[in-house]
T-cell receptor
Framework: EAQVTQNPRYLITVTGKKLTVTCSQN?????MSWYRQDPGLGLRQIYY???????DKGDVPEGYKVSRKEKRNFPLILESPSPNQTSLYFC?????????????FGPGTRLTVT | KQEVTQIPAALSVPEGENLVLNCSFT??????LQWFRQDPGKGLTSLLL?????REQTSGRLNASLDKSSGRSTLYIAASQPGDSATYLC???????????FGDGTTLTVKP
């Protein structure tokens, strides 16, 4: 089944404790993105990647890091999480050759930073 | 910077009514526009995608149109049902196909 998976689905952590949220897709998509969703602010793009080793900032990259060492994986790293990074995070993937960059989303990761 | 606006923010209709959701964007240099549905606390489900060269797309009771020159898209839902109750989001992808911008969504309630 074609899908985007994220782990963990729920995470409660403390300020300053480094964490990684993983994202993996099995559709051989070139493009992958991370978004955060907050009440009243909607979905905002954090980072995106157009292929292996190619990443770029979205609208809200501060406090986040990403890497794209393999085509299928695009982890989101919070080196020193803060309470304002409490949010619902989504990973998405797309491809020019399959659906004309139609975005497929993962189920989301709900992060709480205390 | 691209800005996407969805009007209305909320809409309540009786079952069976036809309805239109609106999405407007400020920069017409887009690659595509995609409509999503999101149920409370859940992920995003893709409904329709319109390429910048297209005018409309249809899937079942849903029809999405795109007027790139005026920066507008509409999602038409025919014969609404209570199961259509959800938040509907539109997203535009920039011409470089990397950056995407979402609207804040329209929350639809269909009353039986």
């Amino acid at each position: 089944e074609a899908q985007v998976t994220q782990n963990p689905r729920y995470l409660i952590t403390v300020t300053g404790k480094k964490l990684t949220v993983t994202c993996s897709q099995n559709m051989n998509h070139e493009y992958m993105s991370w978004y955060r969703q907050d009440p009243g602010l909607g979905l905002r793009q954090i980072y995106y990647s157009m292929n292996v080793e190619v990443t770029d900032k979205g609208d809200v990259p501060e406090g986040y890091k990403v890497s794209r060492k393999e085509k299928r994986n695009f982890p989101l790293i919070l080196e020193s999480p803060s309470p304002n990074q409490t949010s619902l995070y989504f990973c998405a993937s797309s491809s020019p050759g399959q659906g004309n960059y139609e975005q497929y989303f993962g189920p989301g990761t709900r992060l709480t930073v205390t | 910077k691209q800005e996407v606006t969805q009007i209305p923010a909320a809409l309540s209709v009786p079952e069976g009514e036809n309805l239109v959701l609106n999405c407007s964007f400020t920069d017409s240099a887009i690659y595509n526009l995609q409509w999503f549905r999101q149920d409370p606390g859940k992920g995003l489900t893709s409904l329709l995608l319109i390429q910048s060269s297209q005018r409309e797309q249809t899937s079942g009771r849903l029809n999405a149109s795109l007027d790139k020159s005026s920066g507008r898209s509409t999602l038409y839902i025919a014969a609404s049902q209570p199961g259509d109750s959800a938040t509907y989001l539109c997203a535009v992808k920039d011409v470089n196909a990397g950056k995407s911008t979402f609207g804040d969504g329209t929350t639809l309630t269909v009353k039986p």
